[in-house]
C-alpha cells in the first residue's frame, strides 16, 4: 500500500480544508421543500418501470444512552415503549412506499442505522422484518448484503443469533476508542471484552462481514493512547475499519456542547494519530479504500476499486450504487434515479404525517444534467482515484477541458504541488493526494463557497 498512499505535511497543511464527504453530489445540504411526496412518488413509478434493483434503508433513531461526540438523527430515551408507535409509522411508509414499486424488484441490500437498531425488542425486529420481506422481494439464499449498526452494550449472542436468523450477514460495531478515559469523557463506556464477544458471536454465525468504526479527534486522545487502542482493534480482524476523523461543531449538535473544547487535542496530535493509524494499518495487511475507510484485500470492497466497480452513495462506498436507494424512517434520505428526497427530521413529524396516510417526505432536489455531470466527476475521483476526460465526453457530449476550464487553474496548482497528475486525457490522484481526494472533488463542486463550507468537517 505504500506506493497508494504518501503521507505529506506540508500539502495535508495546504489542502486540509472543510468540505463535504460527498455520499452524494449535490450533497444534503442542496435539499430543498420545493420537491415533496409527488415528486418520490414519480420517482418510484419510473423504478418500477424499469425494474430497478433495490436498496433499503431503515433509521431506527432510539437509543438507550447519549454518546456526546454523536451528530446522527436520534431519540435518547429509557422507554422501550417509545418504539411501538414509531414502528407503526414505519410500517405505514413501508405500505405506501411498496405499493408504488413491482414485486420483481429484488432488495440486494439492506442496512439498519440508527440511534442504536438493537434498541428494538427481539419481537419488535422479527415483526419489522417480516413487514419489510411481506411487501418487498427480499433475497431469501443469503446474497444480499444484509448489514445492521451494531452497539455492542446493546447486544449479545441471543441478538446475535435472532439476527443472523433474520438474515443479516453483516454488521457494523461502534468502538470509536478502547481508552477509558476517552470513554467517560465522550459518555461511552464499552470494554474490549464486550466488543469482542459479539465479533465472536458474529464469526461463530457466520456473518459474512465485520465493520469497526473508530474515531480520531476525540476529547482526552493521545497519539499512543489511539495507537493501543488501533493495535487491540487489529487483533480483533474485522473485514473493514472506519477511522472517522472528530468534527466538533457544538454550535450545529447540542450533545457535543457537553465536551469540554480544552480536551480535544491539538491538530498536530490528530494528524500524528491518523499517520500512526494508517502505518498500523498498512503494516496489518489493510488496503487503503478512501474517504477513512480500509479494508482486507480479500473485502468486497476491495475487489471492485481493484475492478474500478466501486461506486458511492448515501450508504458510503458501496458495490450496490447501481441500485435505487429507499430511505425508510425519520430523516432517512432516498435516491431513486435523479431524485434526492429526505424524510422528516423530527419525529412527531414524521409520525404525524403518516398516520393521515401521507409520505413524509420534507424536501429533496432533482438532478439537473450539469448535476449528474459532476456526480460522475466527482465518483470517479472518489472511488478510483482517477478519471478519464474520454468517458465523460462520451457519456455527456461535451468537450472536457472546455467544460471545466474556470476550475483548470486551480487543477494545475493541484498538479504542481503533486496532489494529482493533471494530463491532456486525464486526471490522476497521487499517492500524496489520496488522503486529501475530498480537497481534488471540491474544485468540481459547483455549489460549494466560503459560506456554506462552514457546514462541514475538514479533510483529515
Wanted: aromatic share 8%; hydrophobic share 40%.
Amino acid at each position: 500500500m505504500l506506493d497508494v498512499l504518501r503521507w505529506d505535511s506540508d500539502l495535508i497543511r495546504r489542502y486540509d480544508l472543510a468540505g463535504p464527504r460527498y455520499t452524494s453530489y449535490p450533497t444534503a445540504v442542496q435539499l430543498h421543500s420545493e420537491v415533496g411526496s409527488f415528486d418520490l412518488l414519480h420517482a418510484l413509478r419510473d423504478s418500477r418501470r424499469a425494474v430497478r434493483p433495490l436498496s433499503i434503508y431503515v433509521h431506527v433513531p432510539f437509543c438507550a444512552n447519549i454518546c456526546y461526540y454523536c451528530a446522527c438523527n436520534k431519540v435518547i430515551t429509557k422507554d422501550r415503549g417509545r418504539a411501538a408507535p414509531y414502528l407503526q409509522r414505519l410500517e405505514q411508509e413501508i405500505q405506501l412506499i411498496a405499493c408504488h414499486l413491482d414485486p420483481k424488484q429484488t432488495v440486494e441490500q439492506l442496512h439498519f442505522g440508527g440511534g442504536t437498531p438493537t434498541f428494538l425488542s427481539h419481537v419488535e425486529l422479527r415483526q419489522l422484518m417480516a413487514h419489510l420481506r411481506q411487501h418487498f422481494n427480499l433475497l431469501e439464499d443469503d446474497s444480499g448484503d444484509y448489514g445492521i449498526e451494531i452497539d455492542p452494550r446493546e447486544a449479545d449472542w441471543s441478538t446475535m443469533g435472532l439476527l443472523r436468523e433474520l438474515g443479516f450477514n453483516r454488521v457494523s460495531l461502534g468502538v470509536q476508542d478502547l481508552d477509558p478515559l476517552v470513554q467517560r469523557a465522550i459518555n461511552r463506556l464499552q470494554s474490549l471484552e464486550q466488543t469482542r464477544a459479539i465479533i465472536e458471536a458474529a464469526r461463530t454465525l457466520q456473518f459474512r462481514s465485520i465493520n469497526l468504526d473508530l474515531i480520531y479527534g476525540l476529547p482526552k486522545q493521545t497519539p499512543e493512547g489511539f495507537a493501543r487502542t488501533v493495535e487491540e482493534v487489529i487483533k480483533l480482524q474485522p473485514d473493514r475499519l472506519s477511522v472517522f476523523n472528530y468534527a466538533h461543531l457544538p454550535e450545529r449538535f447540542m450533545p457535543q456542547r457537553r465536551i469540554d473544547s480544552a480536551d480535544l487535542p491539538a491538530p498536530a496530535a490528530k494528524l500524528e494519530m491518523l499517520h500512526n493509524t494508517i502505518e498500523q494499518l498498512t503494516a496489518a495487511g489493510y488496503v487503503y479504500i478512501g474517504m477513512d475507510h480500509f479494508a482486507l484485500p480479500d473485502d468486497e470492497l476491495a475487489i471492485a476499486q481493484e475492478e474500478s466497480t466501486l461506486q458511492r452513495n448515501f450508504q458510503g462506498y458501496t458495490t450496490h450504487g447501481h441500485c435505487d436507494l429507499i430511505g425508510l424512517g425519520v430523516s432517512a434520505i432516498s435516491q431513486i434515479g435523479d431524485l434526492y428526497c429526505q424524510n422528516s427530521s423530527d419525529l412527531n413529524t414524521y409520525q404525524d404525517t403518516l398516520s393521515t396516510a401521507q409520505l413524509a417526505t420534507s424536501r429533496g432536489l432533482i438532478c439537473s444534467e450539469d448535476d449528474r455531470l459532476r456526480r460522475a466527476v466527482i465518483q470517479q475521483l472518489i472511488c478510483h482515484f482517477e478519471l478519464d476526460f474520454a468517458t465523460i465526453e462520451r457519456d455527456f457530449t461535451i468537450d472536457f477541458r472546455g467544460y471545466f476550464n474556470d476550475q483548470w487553474p486551480a487543477l494545475q496548482a493541484m498538479h504542481e504541488d503533486g496532489l494529482v497528475e493533471l494530463g491532456n486525457d486525464s486526471i490522476k490522484v497521487l499517492p500524496a493526494g489520496r488522503l486529501l481526494v475530498r480537497s481534488v472533488c471540491m474544485v468540481f463542486d459547483a455549489y460549494l463557497d466560503l459560506h456554506n463550507r462552514q457546514r462541514f468537517s475538514r479533510v483529515i
